[in-house]
RNA sequence: GUCCGAAUAGUGUAGAGGCCUAUCAUGGAGCCCUGUCGAGGCUCCGACCCGGGUUCGAAUCCCGGUUCGGGCGCCA
C-alpha cells in the first residue's frame, strides 16, 4: 500500500482561492486541540506551516467530532477535508474535514511544550530534539542552516572549485596542537582526523587546483564554552597558485553572498527568528597583528606583548574597536608571528619573522583561519622541526611536496560559528542537531 | 582544568528557619461555552537532585557528591 493517499498537500500548498471547495488530504503533527463547545479547531502543523480544521457541531457527524475533540496534541494524523476560504481563518482558509486518520498517538505528557507558550532550557531541548524540531523556531535555524551550505556550494563551485571529501580516520596528528580522539582501527590505533589540512594540500599537487570540502572535525579538547563543540562542521578550501590575500577575497566574497542569499531565500525563517540581517560591507577591515596588539594596549589593562597570542578578551576588545570604526562585524587580522601561525604557513620572503596567516575575525569570535600554504619541501620540514613536530610523521604529507607542488593557500571556516554569528545565537549548541561536547554524548 | 552561580510538578518558575497541607503559568483529566488563533470560565491532578550535618523545627543554613548554566583557560 502507498502512502501517498496519507498527503497530497503541504500546509503551505493550500492556496484557497485555486483549491476552494476541492478535497486536500494534509498529513503532520496535532498542534493543538481548541473545542469551544458548539464548534472545535484542530490545528494540524506540517514542515511547512500550519492548518485550521473546523468542526462545527451542528454540521458534523458526531463519531467524528468526538474523535476530533480526544486527539492527543502532537499525535501523527493524516485528516482529508474541504478547503473552504474563510477570512476568520488563520491564512484565509479552513478545512472541513470527512475524515480524520489517527496515525500514531503521542504519549502524554509532552517532554516540553511546542507552542512557544513555555520556554525550555537548552539542555532539556536537546535531550528531546525531536521535539524541539517541531517548534517554528528550531526548525528555522536549521532551514537557514540548509541555505547557507546551499549558497556555499552554489558561490564555490561558480568560482571553480571542486566538492571534495577527505579521511576522517587518519594515522597520525594532522597539524599538532589539538588533542585527538584516539580509535581503534582494526589492530591499529588511530584518530578522527582534527581538519582536512593536509589532504586538501596533497590533492594541490594532485592538480585538482581548486578544492573545497564541507565536513566533520573532531577535536579532542575538554574546552567548555557556548562557542565550541568536540564535533563540528568545516567549511575548507584550499587553492593553487593564489596567495593568502586571494584567498582572503574569496572568503569575504563568500561570506557576503552567502547572507545575501538568506535574505532572499530565508525570509520566513529569519521572521520566525527575529532576525533582520544586513548584509557586511566589503571589503572586511584588514587590522595587523601589530595594529591588534596596540588596540589592545591602549583600551585595555592588558599589556600584550609582541608575540602573544590572542585571548578571548583580547579579540572582543579588537571587534569592538573595529565595530565602531566601521559599523561592521567581520574583519581579518593578518601578518601573525610565524612563530604563533601552524608550521605550514608561509613566512613573508622578506620577513619571515611574519606569516602570511591569517584570522577571519566575527565581532565576537573568531570564525574562520587561513594562510598561504609553504611549498616548498626544504623549507616545511624546518618549519615542522622548529615546532617540536616529528617529519617522519609527516611524510605521507611531505612527499606530495617533492614532486611538484605549486603555490597555494586556502582557509577554513567553521559551520556552526557562522551561522551562530549571523543569526545572533549565543550558545554554538543551539546550531546543532545533535552537538558533541566535552559532557554530551547522546543523543 | 579552574572560578562563580544554580538545582522545586512533564515544562518554565515563586520561595530569605515555623506563614509550606509549597506560589504562579503552562500541561494532563473533567465540566461549561458557536469563531478560536498563547481562546475563556470552573473543579481536580502533579514537584522541593542525592547523602550527611546543624536545629525543637530545613525547600530555605552548613559539608560532600551529582547534574546544569556562565566566565576564563585550552582551542577553531
Not at 492548518?51 to 476530533?68: G, R, S
Not at 502524554?108 to 511544550?113: A, G, I
Not at 586538501?200 to 587546483?209: A, E, F, T, V
Amino acid at each position: 500500500m502507498s502512502l501517498a493517499n496519507l498527503r497530497t498537500h503541504y500546509t503551505s500548498q493550500i492556496n484557497p482561492e485555486e483549491l476552494g471547495d476541492q478535497k486536500v488530504t494534509v498529513a503532520g503533527w496535532v498542534h493543538e486541540v481548541r473545542d469551544l463547545g458548539g464548534i472545535c479547531f484542530v490545528v494540524l502543523r506540517d514542515r511547512e506551516g500550519r492548518a485550521q480544521i473546523t468542526l462545527v457541531k451542528k454540521k458534523t457527524d458526531p463519531e467524528l467530532l468526538e474523535k476530533a475533540r480526544k486527539l492527543v496534541r502532537e499525535s501523527v494524523v493524516s485528516i482529508t477535508g474541504t478547503v473552504k476560504p474563510e477570512a476568520k481563518a488563520p491564512n484565509g482558509y479552513e478545512l472541513i474535514p470527512d475524515e480524520i486518520n489517527l496515525i500514531n498517538e503521542s504519549a502524554s505528557p509532552l517532554p516540553m511544550d511546542t507552542t512557544g507558550k513555555v520556554e525550555a532550557e537548552l539542555d532539556t531541548r536537546l535531550d528531546s530534539r525531536f521535539i524541539d524540531l517541531r517548534r517554528e523556531r528550531t526548525t528555522a535555524i536549521f532551514r537557514i542552516r540548509h541555505e547557507v551550505l546551499r549558497a556555499v556550494r552554489n558561490f564555490l563551485t561558480d568560482n571553480g572549485f571542486i566538492e571534495t571529501s577527505s579521511p576522517k580516520v587518519v594515522a597520525t596528528a594532522t597539524e599538532g596542537g589539538t588533542s585527538l580522539f584516539p580509535i581503534t582501527y582494526f589492530d591499529r590505533e588511530a584518530f578522527l582526523n582534527q581538519s582536512p589540512q593536509l589532504f586538501k594540500q596533497i590533492l594541490m599537487s594532485g592538480g585538482l587546483d581548486r578544492v573545497f570540502e564541507i565536513g566533520p572535525i573532531f577535536r579532542a579538547e575538554e574546552h567548555d564554552t557556548r562557542r565550541h563543540l568536540n564535533e563540528a562542521t568545516s567549511i575548507d578550501i584550499e587553492a593553487s597558485f593564489c596567495d593568502h590575500f586571494d584567498v582572503m577575497e574569496i572568503l569575504e566574497e563568500m561570506v557576503t553572498y552567502i547572507y545575501e542569499q538568506i535574505i532572499e531565500k530565508s525570509s520566513d525563517s529569519l521572521a520566525a527568528l527575529g532576525v533582520e540581517l544586513k548584509v557586511p560591507a566589503l571589503p572586511f577591515k584588514r587590522v595587523t597583528y601589530d595594529e591588534a596588539i596596540e588596540i589592545v594596549n591602549a583600551n585595555t589593562d592588558e599589556m600584550l606583548n609582541w608575540g602573544d597570542d590572542l585571548g578571548t578578551a583580547a579579540e572582543h576588545t579588537i571587534g569592538e574597536h573595529v565595530f565602531k570604526e566601521t559599523g561592521e562585524s567581520h574583519y581579518f587580522i593578518i601578518d601573525w608571528p610565524t612563530e604563533i601561525k601552524p608550521f605550514y604557513a608561509m613566512p613573508y620572503e622578506d620577513n619571515p619573522i611574519l606569516s602570511k596567516g591569517f584570522d577571519m575575525m566575527h565581532r565576537t569570535m573568531e570564525l574562520s583561519s587561513g594562510a598561504q600554504r609553504i611549498h616548498i619541501p626544504e623549507l616545511l620540514v624546518s618549519r615542522i622541526e622548529s615546532q617540536g613536530l616529528d617529519p617522519e610523521g609527516f611524510e605521507f604529507y611531505l612527499k606530495a611536496f617533492r614532486y611538484g607542488m605549486p603555490p597555494h593557500a586556502g582557509w577554513g571556516i567553521g559551520c556552526e560559528r557562522l551561522v551562530m554569528t549571523m543569526l545572533g545565537v549565543e550558545n554554538i549548541r543551539d546550531v546543532v542537531l545533535f552537538p558533541r561536547d566535552r559532557r554530551r554524548l547522546s543523543p
